[in-house]
C-alpha cells in the first residue's frame, strides 16, 4: 500500500483558501486518492476522489499533477467549522479493498 | 453519498463482560466490511476485514478470539469484543464500499471500567 506524508497541522483564517499537501510517492498504477474530514469523536467524512488532473466538487478541488507522486487538496473560504482532521488516502477503491491511515493534517482555523 | 450506521453510538462495561457492535450499511449491500480502531490523537487502524458469508480476515496483531467478526447479511456485520479490558477502550469504526468510495460509521465509543 503507498504510504502517504502530510503535515501534522496547519492554521488558517477564517475566510481563506487552505491547500493541503500530500505526498505519495509509490503510488500503484490503479490506486486513487481520496481525502477524508474527520471531527473529533465521528466517523472519517468523504471529501473528494480522484485519479489525475483536477477534481471538484461542492465543497473542494483535489489537484493531481500529472507523475501522480503528490496531491493537493483545496478548501475555499474555510471557516471555523472546518477545524478538523484531514486524511489523504491513497489506493484502490473498489469494493473490498481497505484504506490505511496515514497521520492526517489538524487544521486548525481561527477568527 | 452512502449511509453506515453503528450502534451503539458508546457503550460503557465492566472488565471481563463481552460487548457487540454493529455495523449497517443503510442503502447499500456490502459483500465486504471493514473495521478500524482508533485510539486518542491517533490515527485509525485497520483490525479486520468483514466478510459476508466467510470468515474475516484479521490484520497482524489483532486477537481474533477476542475481536469476534460476524457478518451474516449484506448490510450487517457485528464486532464483539470478548472478555473486554481496559485496554480495549477505543473508537472503533466500521465503513464499507459503495460506489467505489469507501463510507465510514459514525462511531462507536467503548468505555472498559
Known amino acids: 500500500l503507498a504510504k502517504t506524508t502530510q503535515p501534522i497541522s496547519m492554521d488558517s483564517y477564517e475566510g481563506q483558501e487552505v491547500n493541503i499537501t500530500c505526498s505519495h510517492n509509490n503510488i500503484a498504477t490503479n490506486d486513487y486518492i481520496t481525502w477524508y474530514q474527520q471531527f473529533p469523536s465521528q466517523g472519517p467524512r468523504f471529501i473528494i476522489q480522484?485519479?489525475?488532473t483536477k477534481v471538484t466538487n461542492e465543497v473542494a478541488s483535489l489537484f493531481i499533477p500529472a507523475d501522480r507522486k503528490s496531491s493537493t487538496l483545496s478548501l475555499p473560504r474555510v471557516s471555523l467549522s472546518d477545524t478538523a482532521v484531514y486524511y489523504c488516502?491513497?489506493?484502490?477503491?473498489?469494493?473490498?479493498?481497505?484504506?490505511?491511515f496515514g497521520k492526517g493534517t489538524s487544521l486548525l482555523v481561527t477568527p | 453519498g452512502a449511509v453506515v450506521s453503528q450502534h451503539p453510538s458508546w457503550v460503557i462495561c465492566k472488565s471481563g463482560t463481552s460487548v457487540k457492535i454493529e455495523c449497517r450499511s443503510l442503502?447499500?449491500?456490502?459483500?465486504?466490511m471493514f473495521w478500524y480502531r482508533q485510539f486518542p490523537k491517533q490515527s485509525l487502524m485497520l483490525m479486520a476485514t468483514?466478510?459476508?458469508?466467510?470468515?474475516?480476515?484479521?490484520e497482524q496483531g489483532v486477537e481474533k478470539d477476542k475481536f469476534l467478526i460476524n457478518h451474516a447479511s449484506l448490510t450487517l456485520s457485528t464486532l464483539t469484543v470478548t472478555s473486554a479490558h481496559p485496554e480495549d477502550s477505543s473508537f472503533y469504526i466500521c465503513?464499507?464500499?459503495?460506489?467505489?468510495?469507501?463510507?465510514f460509521g459514525p462511531g462507536t465509543r467503548l468505555t472498559v471500567l
Open positions: 465503513s464499507a464500499t459503495s460506489t467505489d468510495t469507501q463510507y
Open positions: 442503502d447499500f449491500q456490502a459483500t465486504t
Open positions: 488516502l491513497v489506493g484502490l477503491i473498489y469494493s473490498g479493498y481497505a484504506l490505511n
Open positions: 468483514s466478510n459476508e458469508g466467510s470468515k474475516a480476515t484479521y
Open positions: 480522484g485519479y489525475k
